[in-house]
């Protein structure tokens, strides 16, 4: 898991001839290593939601920055990701049965896309529905409420394994099992 998403920021880099995609269904996206929790269906988003990000983070030693086009409904995530100069980097879609994923850059099965999906599910959806999809994982939610927003935090065993800090257009994602951080700005 750590190699394919490392594959996934180091892609900023990588520089491939001919365009991949993969589509795939996802049997479940693992939080720990013996804890997996099913994608939600695009019907759990609650509300439309559609933006322009800034994302700047890290996986291990690796500093990334890109930026992202993020569209949301009750029938499909869609994102693409793009270099800080425009270039598509990756498309990724959920429709609820199917991940799929694009890339110029990335080979097809270079990453498992249904990890960023689970990511901006647990970020942006339904609170109800993140819940239910956590606790039926045998993991733990809990949601504080700050100033302008919210922390989402998932423990195993009272252990965080994810955490979500969420403000007005910010939103600050850290994986510290997986050794991963990003800090989401909208700029729209």
């Given at each position: 898991?750590?190699?394919?998403?490392?594959?996934?920021?180091?892609?900023?880099?990588?520089?491939?001839?001919?365009?991949?995609?993969?589509?795939?269904?996802?049997?479940?996206?693992?939080?720990?290593?013996?804890?997996?929790?099913?994608?939600?269906?695009?019907?759990?988003?609650?509300?439309?939601?559609?933006?322009?990000?800034?994302?700047?983070?890290?996986?291990?030693?690796?500093?990334?920055?890109?930026?992202?086009?993020?569209?949301?409904?009750?029938?499909?995530?869609?994102?693409?990701?793009?270099?800080?100069?425009?270039?598509?980097?990756?498309?990724?879609?959920?429709?609820?049965?199917?991940?799929?994923?694009?890339?110029?850059?990335?080979?097809?099965?270079?990453?498992?896309?249904?990890?960023?999906?689970?990511?901006?599910?647990?970020?942006?959806?339904?609170?109800?529905?993140?819940?239910?999809?956590?606790?039926?994982?045998?993991?733990?939610?809990?949601?504080?409420?700050?100033?302008?927003?919210?922390?989402?935090?998932?423990?195993?065993?009272?252990?965080?394994?994810?955490?979500?800090?969420?403000?007005?257009?910010?939103?600050?994602?850290?994986?510290?099992?997986?050794?991963?951080?990003?800090?989401?700005?909208?700029l729209l």
């Amino acid at each position: 898991m750590k190699k394919r998403v490392m594959l996934f920021f180091a892609s900023l880099t990588i520089i491939c001839l001919v365009a991949c995609e993969s589509t795939r269904v996802p049997d479940g996206v693992y939080l720990t290593d013996e804890k997996a929790i099913s994608l939600l269906p695009p019907s759990a988003v609650g509300a439309p939601f559609e933006d322009y990000q800034l994302l700047i983070g890290s996986y291990g030693d690796e500093e990334f920055m890109m930026e992202a086009y993020l569209y949301e409904d009750e029938h499909k995530l869609d994102m693409t990701v793009l270099s800080t100069s425009g270039q598509t980097i990756c498309t990724i879609i959920w429709d609820g049965e199917n991940v799929t994923f694009s890339s110029p850059f990335i080979p097809a099965g270079g990453i498992k896309a249904e990890y960023i999906v689970a990511d901006l599910q647990l970020a942006t959806y339904d609170q109800t529905a993140v819940r239910y999809a956590v606790e039926s994982a045998g993991l733990q939610l809990s949601i504080d409420e700050i100033d302008g927003g919210h922390v989402l935090t998932i423990a195993d065993d009272g252990t965080p394994v994810w955490t979500c800090v969420r403000q007005g257009g910010y939103m600050k994602v850290e994986n510290p099992l997986r050794g991963y951080r990003y800090e989401v700005t909208s700029l729209l």
